[in-house]
């Protein structure tokens, strides 16, 4: 059974001609011949069938865009975090304070934090006449792979069940190699401290992923996202026993729930 997305140009469509012709139904008891014509008629002339329709895209992570413009030149550059983009911004802020050190309100040595230096030098946007900049996230697309023939994801109520029977796996002892773990749908992801690299890691494993997840051939789509920022969305399909991470392997053998 398949149900039309609202939210979709597509969807919508479907379910307006559906309520056309319940409308007449309602109306005469059946569904005239004459006037189901006109309905249907007219319906269709609301697509457009002489273009070829628009690639599928899916977003592989995002960027930060940092645009400068003045008198000479007009820049664009791409950045991995804001804070490292205005940190450049702010570099060049400084090697040109000169040009903003004699006017009313900006003291004669650019301030030590980025933002601030940032802001006094171009000063209110609406009086910027010969410099400025644009700072903004920008997702990174690519065109999307055909979905493998009749997948279908779970539908929400399914979603709702198996999200419903999560279980969260702690780490059995602050002297064991195990790691806290969340299991949803036989997807595992590990969030855990990471002394060797210094940072939170965030470890999602694939191998147990139920059946009614998987694609025809076998891959997994996921979206994972960090704040408000997507970071990875895609039909991603399961890591490869060989290039896993040895040291991952090792702490999941080490995770007494898990079944080899």
């Known amino acids: 059974m398949i149900t039309p ?4 140009p597509e969807g919508a469509a479907v379910i307006d001609l559906h309520d ?4 007449l139904e309602d109306l ?3 569904w005239p011949g004459a006037d189901t014509v006109d309905i249907i008629g007219r319906w269709f002339e609301g697509f457009d069938f002489t273009r070829p329709p628009a690639p599928a895209c899916w977003v592989t992570g995002s ?3 940092l645009r400068c413009q003045d008198r000479h030149e007009d820049t664009v550059t791409l950045w991995a975090d804001e804070a490292t983009a205005l940190a450049s911004l702010a570099r060049d802020v400084r090697s040109n ?6 006017a009313d309100g900006i003291p004669d040595f650019p301030p030590a934090d980025d933002r601030t230096a940032v802001d006094l030098y171009y000063g209110p946007r609406d009086s910027r006449e010969e410099e400025d900049y644009w700072l903004y996230a920008q997702d990174i697309t690519t065109l999307a792979p055909p979905a493998p023939h009749a997948y279908r994801f779970p539908a929400a109520e399914v979603c709702a069940w198996i999200n419903s029977a999560a279980r969260f796996h702690p780490a059995s002892c602050p002297d064991s190699a195990s790691l806290p773990c969340i299991e949803v749908g036989g997807v595992l992801v590990f969030a855990y401290l990471d002394p060797d690299a210094k940072a939170v890691q965030i470890s999602v494993d694939l191998d147990t992923t139920a059946g009614q997840l998987r694609r025809s051939d076998a891959t997994v789509p996921l979206l994972i996202q960090i704040g408000n920022s997507t970071v990875f ?5 399961p890591v490869p026993a060989s290039t896993q991470p040895r040291r991952l392997r090792r702490w999941l053998r080490h995770i007494p729930w898990m079944r080899w």
């Not at 969305?233 to 399909?237: D, V």
């Open 63 to 65: 960027a930060w865009v």
């Open 233 to 237: 969305s895609a039909p991603a399909g």
């Open 20 to 23: 056309k012709m319940q409308g």
């Open 5 to 8: 997305d609202p939210a979709t």
């Open 97 to 102: 304070w000169d040009n903003v050190s004699d």
């Open 28 to 30: 005469t008891g059946e």
